[in-house]
């Protein structure tokens, strides 16, 4: 009798770089009936799953969209709500990461959230640092236009202080003073719940990453949607400016 093959885990390359705008867990809560925290609580069982769904796929770096610098003009008890989970969160996932070799690191203005996440974000970043191959990026307090301000502001100062040339133009050297200087760009960006928005969101990295919308809600976003945005992903051509024909092997 004929073995039955398993399924292969992706049909292509897998992208290095998949950053995700986790959308959706609003509605989620409001289609059942219930507050809007219960939905987030759910959305962090979600970015447990998806950071080890990610990982067992051969991504190198997931980047999650936790936080917006936009987000604080939302209700305060919704603020104080995810600001709680996020400690639960990290409480909760210090060990883990640990223990499966997982880089923790943030984006975003950390210094502006409250003094015990930020302990335990410079907690969680400081134990996990030497691991080199997976990273998990969490964008807290993240916005992409406060990003290029500070970064424009960070390279005006070494150009003051000699340690930058005013006359290098190259997008290398200034995009080191970006938040993302020791990660690739984002291959593929992934937004849940419908919405086919950028927010704010990586606007400088994600130049020449491809996008796929999903309509799933982020607390039902299983490993399955995971795999089917590497499958949309990989019937793209990444052609970067130059044509079709300059892609193809050429055949003398
Ligand atoms: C995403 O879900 C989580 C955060 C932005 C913190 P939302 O809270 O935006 O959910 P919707 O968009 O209202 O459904
Ligand atoms: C984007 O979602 C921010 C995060 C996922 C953290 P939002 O729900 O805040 O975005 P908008 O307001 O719909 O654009
Ligand atoms: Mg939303």
Excluded: C
């Excluded at 709680?84 to 880089?103: P, S, W």
């Excluded at 992409?144 to 100062?157: G, I, P, S």
């Amino acid at each position: 009798m004929a073995e039955s093959i398993p399924p292969p885990a992706v049909l292509g390359p897998v992208p290095a770089h998949i950053a995700i705008i986790m959308d959706g867990n609003g509605r989620w809560a409001k289609a059942r009936g219930l507050p809007r925290l219960e939905g987030h609580r759910r959305g962090v069982e979600t970015v447990r799953t998806t950071t080890f769904a990610a990982r067992d796929l051969g991504v190198k770096v997931l980047t999650l969209y936790a936080f917006s610098v936009e987000n604080w003009k939302r209700p305060q008890d919704e603020v104080g709500g995810l600001m709680g989970l996020l400690e639960y969160y990290l409480k909760k996932e210090l060990a883990t990461f640990v223990r499966d070799r997982v880089r923790f690191r943030t984006i975003g203005r950390t210094a502006d959230l409250p003094a015990n996440i930020q302990k335990l974000l410079n907690d969680t970043t400081a134990a996990t640092q030497h691991f080199s191959d997976y990273t998990l990026v969490l964008a807290l307090n993240y916005g992409a236009r406060t990003e290029v301000v500070d970064a424009a502001r960070a390279y005006a100062a070494a150009v003051a202080a000699g340690r930058e040339n005013l006359n290098d133009d190259s997008w290398s050297t200034f995009s080191r003073y970006l938040t993302t200087p020791d990660l690739p760009d984002p291959d593929l960006v992934i937004r849940t719940s419908g919405e086919t928005r950028i927010s704010n969101f990586l606007l400088m990295q994600a130049a020449y990453a491809e996008f796929v919308f999903t309509p799933t809600l982020w607390p039902d976003f299983s490993k399955a949607d995971l795999t089917a945005a590497i499958a949309d992903y990989n019937r793209r051509e990444r052609r970067f400016g130059l044509t079709s024909e300059q892609l193809k092997p050429t055949h003398r």
